[in-house]
């Protein structure tokens, strides 16, 4: 059973199309979040959310909105879709005390 | 804000040898922190979590000593391996939802 799991693995698409990524976890953690690690390998936090409520946004386009139905669900759609948005995005959950875990990762490559 | 750094940015030693990956942060404030590594093209795997109110952990041939008053960790591996080379990246939590905060990382290659 895949704790953390996210689709898709790969994306290419064309600049400014909207695209979305899934993400969903098993572990019954309270928090979730979404993580881009850049071309040079550095991961930086984008949104966490809590109890299906936002609680940072770190200075990420608003083109970029965190949508979670559920708190096991965490989606990250990203609207007309810039060269510069090409990267990995990670999804993660925590659990105080547990320490967190993250997804396989999603290749977002835009041409 | 919490800053996190890894030294060295890279290691290459050959196969058997004993190291050291050192972390240090800037804000003592934290709640935990926890060792990861990744593969070429592939997630983070958990290695470690260490407690702000603990001062080790060990897993395997690893070791995480966590030293919060002077804001370092080092994360020890024993008679390194092939198998064990991977960017290793070290992450500080300040508790409830903040997140983490990442190091550059350690890229380290164990030559056979």
């Known amino acids: 059973d895949t704790a953390v799991s996210q689709t898709p693995k790969y994306l290419v698409t064309q600049m400014g199309n909207d695209k979305s990524i899934k993400c969903e976890q098993n572990?019954?953690?309270?928090?979730m979040y979404w993580y881009k690690q850049d071309s040079k390998k550095f991961l930086k936090i984008m949104f966490s959310?809590?109890?299906?409520?936002?609680?940072i946004n770190e200075t990420v386009p608003n083109r970029f909105s965190p949508k979670s139905p559920d708190k096991a669900h965490l989606n990250l759609h990203i609207n007309s879709l810039e060269l510069g948005d090409s990267a990995v995005y990670f999804c993660?959950?925590?659990?105080?005390?547990?320490?967190?875990?993250f997804g396989s990762g999603t290749r977002l490559t835009v041409v | 804000k919490q800053e996190v750094t890894q030294i060295p940015a890279a290691l290459s030693v050959p196969e058997g040898e004993n190291l050291v990956l050192n972390c240090s942060f800037t804000?003592?404030?934290?709640?935990?922190l926890q060792w990861f590594r990744q593969d070429p093209g592939k997630g983070l795997t958990s290695l470690l979590l260490?407690?702000?109110?603990?001062r080790e952990q060990t897993s395997g041939r690893l070791n995480a000593s966590l030293d919060k008053s002077s804001g370092r960790s080092t994360l020890y591996i024993a008679a390194s391996q092939p198998g064990d080379s991977a960017t290793y990246l070290c992450?500080?939590?300040?508790?409830?939802?903040?997140?983490?905060?990442f190091g550059k990382g350690t890229h380290l290659i164990i030559q056979p």
């Open positions: 993660a959950s925590s659990q105080v005390t547990y320490g967190y875990t």
């Open positions: 572990l019954g953690h309270d928090t």
């Open positions: 959310y809590n109890n299906k409520e936002l609680i």
């Open positions: 804000d003592s404030a934290i709640y935990n």
């Open positions: 260490i407690q702000s109110s603990q």
């Open positions: 992450a500080v939590s300040g508790g409830g939802a903040d997140g983490l905060t």
